[in-house]
């Protein structure tokens, strides 16, 4: 099994930037497929992005496509979300997850390892 670590959170204001990461030990990341989902208080957790296992195609919820970016290093066995132009809509704690599916799936359902989670706080 794999284990995921999310860092890079933290407070900034809107418009601002910030890239958080998720180190995976255990597994090589090649082997999921690896989604980023987000959950703020008294919501339920919802899909921002996701990256593909074999191709590494990218896919990106409509509330964050054009400012967030999905990549991964398989080398370092981290993916990472780059967080831009950000909102106070944004706020949230931010999750990483690995799927044995391989494709790119927005369901929570489909995703057999889960991070911790990492906070991030946008001021307007």
């Known amino acids: 099994q794999v284990q995921l670590v999310e860092s890079g959170g933290g407070s900034v204001q809107a418009g601002g930037s910030l890239r958080l990461s998720c180190a995976a030990s255990g597994r090589t990341i090649s082997m999921y497929a690896m989604g980023w989902f987000r959950q703020a208080p008294g919501k339920e957790r919802e899909f921002v992005g996701a990256?593909?296992?074999?191709?590494?195609?990218?896919y990106y919820a409509d509330s964050v496509k054009g400012r967030f970016t999905i990549s991964r290093d398989i080398a370092k066995n981290t993916v990472y979300l780059q967080m831009n132009s950000l909102k106070p809509e944004d706020t949230a704690v931010y999750y990483c997850?690995?799927?044995?599916?391989?494709?790119?799936?927005?369901?929570?359902?489909?995703?057999?390892?889960w991070g911790q989670g990492t906070q991030v706080t946008v001021s307007s």
């Open positions: 997850a690995a799927s044995y599916g391989g494709s790119y799936y927005l369901e929570t359902v489909k995703y057999d390892y």
């Open positions: 990256i593909s296992r074999s191709s590494g195609t990218t």
